[in-house]
């Protein structure tokens, strides 16, 4: 079994207790991982609070801040590969896209390394004479962040990116469930030369790690990716010590397809949204509203991709699509289709748990046209599909929107007014239109409704760990002349 430590004010500990993580392809245990406590927490917090006030990192320069950032960038680039195996060894995530996804990763810290200095101030023309105003931005505090299992060096990069960037410090907790990629990047963020206490990454348990971190008095933001009962519990947790919260909160995206559209194109672009990552993505693209006219065409073009997805080992670079990251997810999958199609909805193709070991589940597709279907309504987190068809553009857009969720969407028609109006009218965070799945760091990343709030990527993530000084200078050197009077 192979042993993995967390990183505590430029350490690496074992922890007050250990717990085994297991390969989702054999269903096996394989690593040994420190499982932190309440303890473990507060002593991460106080080094990340000392790292911010006292240590080394708090005298730096913006530009010396960057210059480790891209430090950073480099060795991720060049761990990639190693990186990759991690992650699809723990998750059970496919080698061929958590390869690309990590070399991907680096630059996302290179452009936050060339942020850190760009981050700037601003003069106020004040309406009073005699004075001088400007803000000054300075890093938030000590920041929490709650990362989930899947993709999770990529979405804890969105995060530690800009928050270092802004000069903050912070404790990372990787889910219970894969952390091994991100506690070996720990190794990485030393290797770099970040001043002890400025990252330290744990893991651990919801109730004995999660909730001691959310809550603790000397956090000043948490960054959240998960599902939305969880952030119900942080948002609570963080009344405790008012701190401020970012949301990415996962959704049930809507794949909208005109008649007019590159069918072809549009069937790729949905085997991409559902099926790749096993479906288990924020953005999975659940739910397909297909124009009627062009829907059974459509569906049989998508079966006949499903099932050519070639489904196996997750380190085999042939592999399409491996297992899902745990056990319970697969049973929580298989148990909704169950009761999809109990309810009225037609299994165009998969559906059933394969036998063998591992956590697999094949491709699905359920047609739900005309039924009520629990499959439109709850996240599967897996590669399920569910579909429904429309007459009119109006009826297209309703159905869109109808969902707590507002994560990202997906449009596809040649009509390039259409395409506008629906951009205006779909309410969700991010919305591709004639592609999907496209991420950059430039480009802000974030939902509505129940698939959160706050942004990840572009300059907009960096300055939300930043807070505004206002800062007062008067100029004359009369005495004041009445105290009592506000000036």
């Not at 960037?165 to 990629?181: Q, Y």
């Not at 659940?286 to 080992?313: C, D, H, P, Q, Y």
């Not at 429309?390 to 009826?395: C, K, L, S």
Request: glycine share 10%.
């Amino acid at each position: 079994m192979q042993r993995f430590q967390y990183y505590i004010d430029g350490q690496f500990l074992d922890g007050e207790a250990r717990f085994p993580s297991v390969d989702p392809a054999s269903g096996k245990e394989w690593a040994d991982l420190p499982e932190a406590r309440e303890g473990d927490v507060d002593r991460a917090v106080n080094a990340a609070e000392q790292a911010l006030y006292n240590g080394a990192w708090s005298k730096m320069t913006a530009t010396q801040r960057g210059k480790l950032i891209y430090r950073l960038a480099d060795l991720v680039a060049a761990n990639a590969q190693k990186l990759a195996v991690l992650e699809t060894r723990d998750t059970g995530k496919i080698i061929r896209e958590t390869s690309a996804q990590i070399a991907y990763v680096a630059d996302y810290y290179r452009y936050y390394a060339g942020i850190a200095d760009k981050i700037e101030g601003s003069y106020l023309p004040i309406d009073k004479p005699d004075m001088d105003v400007w803000l000054r931005r300075e890093p938030i505090g000590v920041v929490a962040m709650v990362v989930p299992w899947n993709s999770q060096l990529f979405l804890s990069a969105v995060k530690i990116g800009p928050a270092l960037a802004a000069g903050c410090t912070m404790v990372v907790k990787a889910s219970e469930d894969g952390p091994a990629p991100l506690l070996e990047f720990a190794r990485l963020v030393h290797e770099a030369g970040f001043p002890a206490g400025v990252v330290n990454i744990i893991t651990g348990f919801g109730a004995s790690c999660g909730a001691a971190l959310s809550r603790h008095p000397k956090i000043a933001h948490v960054a959240f990716t998960g599902g939305p009962e969880t952030a119900r519990h942080i948002v609570r947790n963080s009344a405790e010590n008012l701190a401020s919260t970012s949301l990415e909160l996962g959704g049930k995206s809507p794949f909208i397809v005109f008649a007019d559209a590159d069918l072809e194109s549009a069937a790729n672009a949905q085997v991409a949204g559902i099926f790749a990552a096993t479906g288990q993505s924020c953005v999975a693209g659940s739910r397909l509203i297909v124009e009627r006219r062009v829907k059974e065409e459509f569906l049989t073009l998508l079966k006949g991709k499903a099932e050519a997805i070639l489904i196996g080992a997750p380190l085999d670079m042939a592999t399409e699509v491996g297992p899902l990251a745990t056990r319970r997810q697969q049973e929580h999958i298989a148990a909704l289709v169950d009761k999809s199609v109990q309810s009225g909805a037609r299994l165009v193709t998969g559906g059933h748990r394969p036998g063998g070991e591992g956590y697999y589940f094949p491709p699905t597709i359920l047609d739900c046209d005309g039924v009520n279907s629990p499959s439109l309504v709850n996240e599967f987190f897996g590669p399920v599909l569910s579909v429904v068809s429309f007459e009119t553009e109006a009826e297209a857009l309703a159905l869109a929107n109808d969902t707590h969720y507002g994560l990202a969407a997906g449009v596809f028609t040649q009509n390039l007014t259409r395409a506008h109006r629906l951009m205006k009218g779909i309410r969700a965070g991010v919305v591709w239109v004639n592609t999907y799945r496209a991420v950059s760091p430039i480009a802000p990343f974030g939902g509505f409704g129940l698939s959160g709030h706050g942004r990840e990527g572009g300059m907009a993530a960096a300055l939300d760990y930043t807070r505004t000084k206002t800062i007062w200078l008067r100029t004359s050197d009369d005495p004041i002349p009445d105290p009592f009077v506000m000036r």
